[in-house]
């Protein structure tokens, strides 16, 4: 799995008018890519909350699903911060395609226990949709990482906050599709899978839809996504754009380890104070979404 996301060797520079027109459209091809990418993760991310409701008549209870429900959060923290230091050593062009395929194939299995175990086998179906709503945020949190890996790669120092701002509103788009594409999915297709059988339609517009539109995105994002720069056979941003930080050097393009990765971030002590910030901004967003319904 690690030769298949290590990062592709570096090609010879090219320079020239024509190296410089490449680089303007790959830029704005890889912003693109990664916008279409991580909007597609929240067209799989808290389906779940979506289908509470409609399992209340099968038998099962908020509390019970309360539990499936924590399992997102608690994988999808844990995994932003683990798969980072992996997508820092691995290729951005085939690590955010893969984590939304896998987020998908995984809310696509959330059928399994509502429709082929049920309310009967009510503590084996919860702890099925526990274990893959696990994998759902766990896949999920393949998405942020190699976004951020684009950004630093090919967006200047200069210019990262503005074009950051601008990808920022990719979670927006994609969480604003779910709502639609679950109503317009259970409509749509609802009847091919379950005939009259329409309090299963659901199943359809929530899981199914989403995770079939989630991959064909994982598609476009790999046609569209480079790692680098150099990989391109194009100079570094820092190069091309003739702004770099103060302690830049050609070092900072090696691929650093992961006990490296984990002592730069831990000694930041800037970024300990914006991870407790966000901390309380997520208490109050995740309270909102999962829970006050």
């Not at 909007?39 to 289908?51: D, E, L, Q, T």
């Not at 395609?97 to 059928?111: D, E, H, K, T, W």
Request: aromatic share 16%; with cysteine; net charge positive.
């Amino acid at each position: 799995m690690m030769a298949f996301l290590t990062p592709p060797a570096y090609k010879p520079e090219q320079t020239g008018a024509e190296a410089d027109a490449r680089y303007k459209r790959l830029r704005w091809q890889v912003f693109i890519g990664i916008f279409i990418g991580y909007a597609g993760f929240y067209i799989v991310r808290k389906n779940f909350s979506m289908a509470i409701p409609a399992l209340a008549p099968f038998g099962f209870e908020k509390g019970e699903l309360g539990i499936v429900l924590s399992m997102n959060a608690i994988a999808y923290g844990f995994s932003k911060f683990l798969m980072a230091s992996i997508s820092d050593r691995s290729d951005a062009r085939r690590f955010l395609p893969l984590g939304l395929v896998c987020a998908a194939l995984s809310m696509l299995f959330m059928i399994v226990p509502i429709q082929w175990v049920g309310a009967q086998n009510k503590t084996l179906a919860i702890v099925i949709m526990a274990a893959l709503n696990f994998l759902v945020g766990w896949f999920n949190g393949m998405g942020w990482p190699p976004c951020g890996r684009v950004m630093t790669h090919w967006f200047s120092i200069k210019e990262r906050g503005t074009w950051m701002s601008f990808w920022n509103c990719a979670h927006n788009v994609g969480g604003a599709l779910v709502g639609p594409m679950a109503a317009y999915g259970a409509v749509w297709f609802g009847s091919w899978f379950y005939g009259a059988d329409e309090k299963m339609y659901f199943l359809i517009g929530t899981y199914a839809f989403p995770a079939a539109v989630a991959i064909l995105v994982a598609v476009i994002a790999y046609l569209m996504i480079r790692d680098t720069p150099q990989s391109c056979g194009l100079p570094a941003i820092e190069k091309w754009s003739g702004s770099a930080s103060k302690n830049y050097s050609e070092k900072a393009e090696q691929v650093l380890s992961t006990g490296e990765i984990f002592k730069i971030v831990l000694s930041n002590k800037f970024l300990w104070y914006i991870a407790l910030a966000n901390a309380f901004v997520y208490m109050v967003r995740y309270g909102c979404l999962d829970w006050a319904p």
